[in-house]
């Protein structure tokens, strides 16, 4: 069974671990991450956003960058948050920004299988 994972906000890791459909709750079995290191993370694979990538750290309306902190004091007449970094702890961790724009868009959308009914 396929379902799309819709997600907008900061994301970690991704790894698959078997489970047991027993309907409740339990371990996360999905982790997903984009990366560490310096500067700006690549784009993400095709199909996982319709946003526009963008090796900045002041992405425009429909863009997104790959980042390990945000330095936005001169971004967009310094209206953003200055200093947020990656939550799993990583210092150099990537996070994904975003600016969406007016249009509808698809933040980040990623097929996962495996994940049992009923199962929070």
């Known amino acids: ?4 994972l819709t997600c907008y906000l900061f994301l970690s890791g991704y790894i698959s671990n078997a489970q047991s459909c027993t309907g ?3 371990d996360p079995i999905i982790n997903i ?12 694979a095709p199909g996982i956003t ?3 990538y963008i090796a ?11 980042v390990n902190r945000t330095r936005t004091l001169h971004c ?11 939550h799993t702890g990583n210092s ?6 975003v600016n969406a724009s007016y249009a509808p868009s698809q933040f980040y959308v990623q097929a996962i299988n495996g994940l049992c009914v009923a199962t929070t």
């Open 24 to 26: 409740g709750l339990g």
């Open 76 to 86: 967009h007449t310094a209206t953003w948050l200055d200093g947020v970094t990656d």
């Open 1 to 4: 069974m396929k379902y799309a």
């Open 92 to 97: 150099n961790g990537y996070f994904m920004l």
């Open 50 to 52: 319709n946003l526009d």
């Open 33 to 44: 991450s984009f990366g560490a290191g310096p500067d700006y993370g690549p784009p993400l």
């Open 56 to 66: 900045d750290i002041c992405p425009n309306d429909g863009q997104y960058t790959l």
